[in-house]
């Protein structure tokens, strides 16, 4: 069972920056593929971008290709997700996504998830 654990939401202007961190319990974190998914209210949790167990592949919604970008350190067991000018309608909680074997843009891709953070972009 992997436990995943966000960290660095916030309060933030638009046009400002977050990082958030997404620590992994699992000692052999590094066979899994990682990923962020986001939910804003009264919306449907929603794909943000995800990146593969050896990290040369990553994936973004379009939404927030160019402003956004998924890194991981295996040897940290952490996944982070920098955030750039971030506008109102990335307000959501965003929740920290890991699966083993598949790597995609639907919620039933991942079998691991966080408990989320809040992320809040004043206008």
């Known amino acids: 069972q992997v436990q995943l654990v966000e960290s660095g939401g916030g309060l933030v202007q638009a046009g400002g920056s977050l990082r958030l961190s997404c620590a992994a319990s699992?000692?052999?974190?590094?066979?899994?593929?990682m990923g962020w998914f986001r939910q804003a209210p009264g919306q449907e949790r929603e794909f943000v971008t995800a990146?593969?167990?050896?990290?040369?592949?990553?994936y973004y919604a379009d939404s927030v290709k160019g402003r956004f970008s998924i890194s991981r350190v295996n040897a940290k067991n952490t996944v982070y997700l920098q955030m750039n000018s971030l506008k109102p309608e990335d307000t959501a909680v965003y929740y920290c996504?890991?699966?083993?074997?598949?790597?995609?843009?639907?919620?039933?891709?991942?079998?691991?998830w966080g408990q989320g953070t809040q992320v809040t972009v004043s206008s």
């Open positions: 990146i593969n167990f050896s990290g040369l592949r990553t």
């Open positions: 996504v890991a699966d083993r074997r598949r790597i995609g843009v639907q919620t039933y891709d991942y079998d691991y």
């Open positions: 699992e000692r052999t974190f590094s066979p899994y593929n």
